[in-house]
């Protein structure tokens, strides 16, 4: 419904004397809030006036429930972009997008695309997220107009013939052969195989008179994600977490933006901004990107690094928990590290973070727990072995700051020799705001301490005392 609309339907003649409480439509409203928000008179006066079948209709009219970022931009583009915070409604707005590319007037009619091409991270995610998922296209969709999963073919067929096939960015070559006339690509910006997947996907877009794909993602500094805003044919709308608000729990609401309102990751996971890298940083955002792997080789150490706070309290800095493992065998330039899990938290008392510290060393079988003990001195070791008598600590004294500590370490992403698993955007938050100038972030970068202590114990450390050996008198 159209602010027009509103406007028709809401001044009948026996509801003037409310005329005054209506206002011209905002951009962050949708038509169904402002009826939400009338008169209890004025929205009986709006249902009443629907015929039957429009009113069984009201529930599947997308114009109607959509909030300005969820609709398709006007115009002639080729690729629309829609950014959004966790739970803004991205999902629904490509599922309605497909949607309306797909159904004609009346369910068997055709539509303006008769192949569409589904795309996300895994083939899990497309089906349950796209496909099944509470907002994807199987819930979305009319009892008349509703797709048939094909499980074995892995694809969607609508009543009029229209199919939508499923793929992984996992697997960029199955994009070859097929060939779309749209296309719907779903957090382009965590794909694995970004570049290629994309590239595949732009070759296959060729039927039709006007193919096009719609990429609803939250923002990353990734570089297909970067290369696709900057095209002259792409349009882009952007959304906050809180734009979506009536359709998520406020306790979520609240615990989001009491943990991370004002931090860097909040802008890009709540507020759906695309962030450029910190001026002068020691790990790139592409350099982050390319480092993540699938599965750790097998180790010959594995240590757990502590940077512990010196208070217990909610308004206390982090403790920073890092297990970091490395391959240690053969010549130094073929070391290699992977950081396995943050298990960094905000404790109630020491002998939480201890006991968080000590569960970390006995999931991954560690060797050893490195602690910094600037701030807490010998109490650092007291509290690990009040939780474990017999649990391996090496105290650490922080001689540098925390930008020289981590130079040596970013020079070793530079090389290619440290690794990450899946599953480490908090840390790689921290790591993207150390820069040649310091600490840029908020707080202070426990998590990144952490990752800097272990992979100097676990790599720079050995490898010096390989280089430079040293031979002791009897």
Known sequence: MSGQGWKDWSTRPDDRAEESWISPPQATRCDAEWLACAPRSVREAFLSSLSEGALAALPWLWDFWALPHQRAPEGAWR????????????????????????????????????????????????????????????????????????????????????????????????????????????ELGKWKKSAETWDMLQFALRLGEDPRCVVTTTPRAQGVLKDLLDMPSTVVTQAPTQANRAFLAPSFLTEVEARYGGTRLGRQELEGVLLADAE???????????????????????????????????????????????????????????????????????????????????????????????????????????????????????????????????????????????????????????????????????RLDALVWAVTELILEPAERHRRPQVRSI
Request: glycine content about 10%; hydrophobic content about 40%; proline content about 7%.
């Open 79 to 186: 690729s629309w972009v829609a950014l959004g915070g966790r739970g803004a409604g991205k999902t629904r707005a490509g599922a309605e997008w497909v949607r309306a590319q797909v159904e004609g007037a009346r369910p068997g009619d055709p539509g303006r695309a008769r192949r569409v091409a589904l795309v996300g991270e895994t083939l899990d995610q497309v089906r349950e997220v796209m496909v099944f998922g509470d907002s994807g296209l199987i819930a979305c969709s009319p009892p008349d107009r509703r797709p048939t999963w094909e499980a074995t073919r892995r694809r969607l067929v609508w009543p009029n013939g229209a199919t939508a096939m499923c793929f992984s960015a996992h697997d960029p070559e199955s994009l070859r052969g097929p060939q779309f006339d749209a296309a719907w690509a779903d």
């Open 280 to 446: 002068g940083t020691l790990f790139p955002q592409g350099l982050i990107d390319g480092c993540r792997i699938e599965a750790a080789p097998p180790l010959d150490r594995v240590v757990v690094a502590v940077d512990p706070s010196v208070s217990g309290h909610s308004g206390s800095d982090l403790c920073g928990i890092v297990v970091v493992g490395a391959r240690t065998s053969g010549p130094v330039s073929d070391w290699r590290a992977v950081v396995l899990e943050d298990a960094s938290l905000r404790a109630a008392s020491p002998s939480d973070w201890a006991r968080a510290a000590i569960a970390a060393m006995q999931r991954h079988k560690a060797d050893r727990l490195v602690a910094e003990v600037n701030q807490g001195g010998d109490l650092v070791a007291s509290v690990l072995r009040q939780v474990d008598p017999l649990v391996p600590v090496r105290k650490v004294h922080a001689a540098k700051g925390k930008m020289a500590r981590a130079e040596p370490v970013a020079a070793l992403y530079e090389q290619g020799r440290v690794k990450h698993l899946r599953g480490l955007a908090a840390l790689e938050e921290q790591m993207a705001q150390m820069t040649a100038q310091g600490w840029q972030g908020r707080g202070s970068p426990d």
